[in-house]
């Protein structure tokens, strides 16, 4: 069973910089993606970045293009979220995610992810 806890989150102002972490463990195989995802208040669960294990690709949604950076540590299975230049629209719970056979023309979309993390707040203020 794959498990994934996120950690990192936090209160931050505008312009700030912060970095989540995603903790894997029960990997069968070297075909997962993990995907960070974010849900705001009131609003749906929308897909920010993946990186897929096999070869290191890696997507960003265009809110987060040029101030998120995700990547991997294979040694520690543990995948990081780097944000910096925080806005508030970026306030959000942030959930890491892991899918195989993500497809590589919508990897972002939340249903090719089967096992979840518990989520963690990011909050940044004006």
């Known amino acids: ?7 990192g989150g936090g ?3 505008t312009g700030g910089s912060l970095r989540l972490s995603c903790a894997a463990s029960g990997f069968t195989s070297a075909d997962y993606t993990i995907g960070w995802f974010r849900q705001p208040p009131g609003d749906d669960r929308a897909g920010i970045s993946c990186i ?8 960003y949604g265009d809110p987060v293009k040029g101030r998120f950076t995700i990547s991997s540590d294979s040694a520690s299975n543990t995948v990081y ?5 925080l806005r508030p629209d970026d306030t959000a719970v942030y959930y890491c995610a892991a899918g195989v056979d993500v497809t590589r023309v919508t990897p ?6 089967s096992s979840w993390g518990q989520g963690t707040q990011v909050t940044v203020s004006s």
């Open 52 to 59: 897929m294990l096999r070869d290191g690709s890696t997507y």
């Open 81 to 85: 979220l780097h944000m910096n230049n």
């Open 11 to 13: 209160l931050v102002q």
């Open 1 to 7: 069973e794959v498990q994934l806890v996120e950690s």
């Open 108 to 113: 972002l979309l939340p249903l090719w992810y």
